[in-house]
């Protein structure tokens, strides 16, 4: 147990120094409301959380907050993101703006996806309305082949407020882990709110 | 016998220039080539380049597309067994970005973007004599030759691929050989060489010279509408520009005034839905003027094609200018017209009749797309514009 904490502290360490001297990861069950200065959200009890930290350049681009997982982030993610309208997605070049409805903003989030060169087999399974942080916004469940040939399925919520696109998103392996873990992420779904 | 050493080493030159040229010589030319080991090894490592690009998902698998480009390739270099160990074989990656590019063992991977650019099958065979030089005169293991330690060089290569940002994540499907061949291209002798003789090729096989030049000439077109330079070797304007100087050149002294087939209709005629597909992909990055121009061209040819309307309808409706909504609802009309159990149409026109106030008329082309599609994946939003309006 000992040499366990040590291998911890080090990867931790580690962790640090090659994203950043802020980055995060909570061990599982120390913490369940992380909060930053305007949202926050309820993780899981057991799950470990990763807040990335603040010179991780592409983190910040995408506007990532916190990331969780209970067994590894290959098995299973929950994303929460908080990004301006104005950034720019990573693969498509389609741009946000304040007026857009739900559907629209969906549209643009899944073409970012569409675009991604290693994503095949993009396929949609349900994108339809939906509420988070009080918001009216969408929700995508959506399927795609990885680069390394997974069948993965996911699921994000989005919502534009106070000039900026929310995401919350869960993703995982097809098979077992996504239907293990999807009513964990809809918990976790309802808790994110403004703190301000 | 005044300069004894100096007339050694030119012998010692000359001899190392012909074992060069002897182990470097383009299969064909003799019946006796055989790979060195340096060559072996990198043929073994293309193997599983090539391995990983056709378990990726990126192949464009209709058989019509790859037997068509197959079989210009066949006229470009005719099979003759026994002088070449070559297997040549030309596939397709759906890939938006301007890309070609050949391995050493002859199988040449082709982007959907690049042959949505291209005019005529007269252009293809050009662009596949190019590539296929690469491999029938080994520029890849000369190249590599003349770099000291092949390993390390190759690993260099992987490693290079990550840094292109948005675009260039497509080159990291790409192992050391494939991006020497896609992204950094080949010396520009190498490069000169590969004009000269796959020209010579696309002539011997009855094609026009004359539509040489005008591929590149497009390609730059092109670059300057997309105001960026791509990753890739074809989608570099300096590079571009080099092939244009290059085939006119060579044209003009070897093939002035010579004609041949062109064949543009049997190029669009095959070509057709490859277009439309490389449009929706293009329309899902945001490249919206490449998308208009693109499906204009289908649509001149096919002014019935219900899909091509109807992507240019989500084109004009992801436009800001004057018009731009009305231009949208126009090319759903016309998709409707073409295919009227084309469901998504609807949609497109339901959500703009209903945007400049025609309740009645929205309503009911939202309530026929979704008797069209009623497993539709996005019913959940016509849904409620249907109860927001009601």
């Known amino acids: ?98 007026t857009m409805l739900p559907q629209e903003v969906a549209a643009i989030f899944l073409d970012d996806i569409r675009s991604h060169p290693d994503i095949v087999e993009l396929k949609i399974v349900e994108n339809g309305p939906a509420t988070l942080a009080g918001s009216q916004g969408f929700r995508a469940n959506y399927t795609y082949r990885s680069k390394s040939g997974l069948l993965r399925q996911a699921v994000t919520y989005g919502c534009i407020d106070k000039g900026m696109l929310i995401t919350l998103g869960f993703d995982a392996p097809k098979r077992h882990y996504f239907s293990l873990d999807l009513p964990t992420f809809e918990q976790v779904k309802d808790t994110v709110r403004w703190t301000s | 016998m005044r300069h004894p050493i100096s007339f050694q080493l030119l012998a010692l030159m000359l001899c190392a220039c012909l074992v060069e040229g002897c182990t470097t010589a383009p299969f064909g030319s003799r019946p006796d080539i055989t790979l060195d080991e340096d060559e072996q090894r990198l043929w073994k490592s293309v193997l599983e380049e090539e391995r990983r690009l056709d378990q990726s998902g990126l192949l464009y698998t209709d058989p019509i597309v790859t037997d068509y480009v197959n079989s210009v390739m066949a006229k470009v270099f005719p099979p003759r067994s026994g002088q070449h160990s070559l297997s040549v074989e030309v596939k397709v990656l759906k890939n938006p970005l301007l890309n070609a590019f050949a391995f050493p063992n002859g199988k040449i991977y082709v982007h959907t973007g690049m042959l949505a650019r291209i005019q005529s099958e007269a252009q293809l065979a050009t662009l596949l004599g190019h590539e296929l030089t690469h491999a029938t005169h080994r520029h890849t293991i000369q190249e590599l030759r003349g770099i000291r330690r092949t390993s390390a060089a190759l690993a260099t290569f992987q490693v290079l691929t990550l840094p292109f940002g948005v675009f260039g994540a497509a080159a990291t499907a790409l192992g050391g050989v494939g991006y020497m061949g896609a992204v950094t291209g080949y010396s520009r002798g190498k490069e000169r060489e590969a004009d000269e003789v796959g020209l010579d090729l696309m002539v011997q096989a009855g094609y026009s010279p004359q539509e040489a030049s005008m591929l590149f000439e497009k390609l730059k077109e092109d670059l300057a509408l997309r105001k960026i330079d791509e990753p890739f070797f074809f989608g570099s304007h300096p590079r571009v520009q080099e092939r244009i100087d290059s085939f006119k050149e060579l044209v003009a002294d070897k093939y002035a005034s010579r004609g041949g087939a062109v064949e543009v209709d049997r190029y669009y005629h095959i070509m057709t839905p490859l277009i439309v597909d490389n449009s929706e992909t293009d329309l899902a990055i945001g490249r919206v003027a490449l998308v208009r121009r693109d499906l204009q061209q289908i649509l001149e040819r096919q002014p019935n094609n219900a899909r091509a309307h109807f992507l240019m309808g989500e084109a004009f409706h992801q436009g800001h200018d004057v018009g731009d909504e009305e231009q949208a609802e126009s090319h759903y009309r016309q998709a409707i017209e073409a295919d009227p159990r084309l469901a998504d149409p609807h949609r497109g026109l339901g959500y703009s009749l209903l945007k400049r106030g025609d309740r009645f008329g929205g309503q009911s082309e939202l309530r026929r797309y979704l008797e069209l599609a009623p497993q539709a994946a996005d019913r959940g939003y016509v849904e409620q514009a249907l109860k927001e309006q009601s």
């Open chain 1, 1 to 98: 147990m000992i040499l366990l904490r040590i291998v911890a502290g080090i990867l931790m360490l580690s962790l640090g120094g090659c994203v950043g001297r802020s980055a995060q990861l909570v061990p599982a069950g120390s913490q369940t409301v992380l909060s930053t200065d305007q949202l926050e959200a309820e993780w899981p009890q057991g799950w470990m959380t990763f807040r990335p930290a603040e010179k991780d350049e592409e983190a910040v681009k995408q506007g990532l907050l916190f990331m969780a997982t209970r067994d590894g982030f290959g098995l299973q993610t929950m994303r929460l993101n908080k990004r301006p309208l104005d950034g720019e997605f990573k693969y498509t070049q389609k741009k946000l703006s304040a």
